[in-house]
């Protein structure tokens, strides 16, 4: 069973300028009609695979914590092709 959790957000406009810009470019690559939710959910993809694969997170820990996270995002993906 899926379980969400809602949470609120708040963006200044030029954050939402650039969540709007994002959910239409991914909307453009992945020829489905993806959400800002799924826009903002592609970039924490991004983000945990960016910290992964670009950056040496120092504590082992921490480390771990990002890569379990992002595997298990994938692994879980709900909300099409909307990966970057």
Avoid: K, N
Avoid at 4 to 20: H, S
Avoid at 43 to 65: N, S
Wanted: proline content about 2%.
């Amino acid at each position: 069973m899926d379980s969400r959790t809602e949470i609120r957000v708040q963006f200044t406009d030029q954050e939402r300028a650039g969540l709007a810009a994002l959910a239409a470019g991914l909307r453009g690559v992945a020829e489905s009609d993806l959400s800002e939710e799924d826009a903002l959910v592609a970039a924490v993809e991004m983000a945990l695979t960016r910290l992964i694969d670009d950056f040496e997170v120092p504590d082992p820990a921490t480390r771990e914590q990002v890569q379990v996270a992002r595997d298990d995002l994938r692994a879980h993906w709900i909300r099409g092709a909307a990966g970057i």
